[in-house]
């Protein structure tokens, strides 16, 4: 009996522990995602403005 019961302990933790990792990876992708997407954006809107400053050149 008592090993039936270590058993189910230890099949929570693996799945508790594992949740845990997919939790903090799925953190860091969105964190990821967010930075690319203002990375991004800051990007564009330089090219924005220099596009705009040769325009106003001619």
């Known amino acids: 009996m008592a090993s039936s019961k270590r058993m189910v302990d230890l099949g929570y933790k693996l799945f508790s522990g594992s949740m845990m990792v997919l939790t903090l990876y799925g953190g860091y992708l969105c964190s990821m ?18 596009q705009t400053e040769a325009i106003i050149k001619e």
């Open 33 to 50: 995602r967010a930075y690319r997407y203002f990375k991004r954006r800051e990007q564009l809107e330089a090219a924005a403005e220099n």
